[in-house]
């Protein structure tokens, strides 16, 4: 096994979204991250330039492992069909260990990300924490007899005085977050609005 650390989003793209978007619903997150890393917004994080991206291969050059972190987030990775052995993930964490790269913590399925934190913390000699247990839901089907009011748009410039509430309410109803994130900056939101983009329900008026 040859552990691979990238310096380039385009190849480290061209190696591993075809393994990771055969599992597109597990793999929403690196899947984001790369798509990002593809795209000419480079504000705050999303640089690819300085983030973790490697892989673990076998000797023909078969990934076995696929990882990625965009400072200052965590780090979260994918073996391939979801299957692995200690020994793969030794490689994986020796690896970055030799990279310089500080990993803040861990977003991953179980039990993958507990034999990770497991091996990881021993090298390191430190202990890991289970901050929160999360689950990963799939719309696989759409029930169209189910009527909604309004439509679905991109917010603008316009909503840019309820964008931070409604974001703030949207993290509360889903348990992700407290009032904090109403202190995010007005750089910050305006960039959402113009990049992401966000979008909103709007109600028709009677």
């Not at 190849?11 to 055969?22: E, Q, R, W």
């Not at 993958?112 to 839901?137: P, V």
Request: proline share 5%; aromatic share 12%; charged share 20%.
């Amino acid at each position: 096994m040859r552990f691979n650390l990238y310096n380039n989003i385009s190849s480290f793209y061209t190696d591993v979204y075809p393994i990771l978007v055969l599992h597109e619903a597990q793999n929403t997150l690196p899947l984001g991250n790369l798509i990002i890393g593809m795209s000419e917004d480079k504000h705050d994080w999303r640089n690819p330039a300085n983030w973790l991206m490697a892989t673990v291969t076998d000797d023909r050059g078969g990934v076995l492992l696929t990882a990625i972190m965009t400072p200052p987030h965590r780090i979260t990775f994918y073996a391939t069909d979801n299957k692995y052995n200690e020994k793969l993930l030794e490689c994986l964490i020796d690896g970055i260990l030799g990279t310089g790269f500080i990993i803040p913590g861990i977003v991953n399925a179980n039990p993958l990300a507990l034999n990770f934190a497991e091996i990881f913390c021993a090298k390191k000699g430190i202990n890991y924490l289970i901050s929160k247990n999360l689950r990963l839901y799939e719309l696989t089907e759409v029930n169209s007899d189910i009527s909604m009011l309004g439509v679905l748009r991109p917010a603008k410039e316009s909503d840019m005085a309820f964008v931070p509430y409604w974001e703030d309410s949207f993290c509360h109803d889903c348990s992700m977050a407290s009032a904090a994130n109403t202190m995010q900056s007005e750089e910050y939101y305006r960039h959402s609005i113009g990049n992401k983009p966000i979008f909103w329900r709007q109600t028709a008026l009677p």
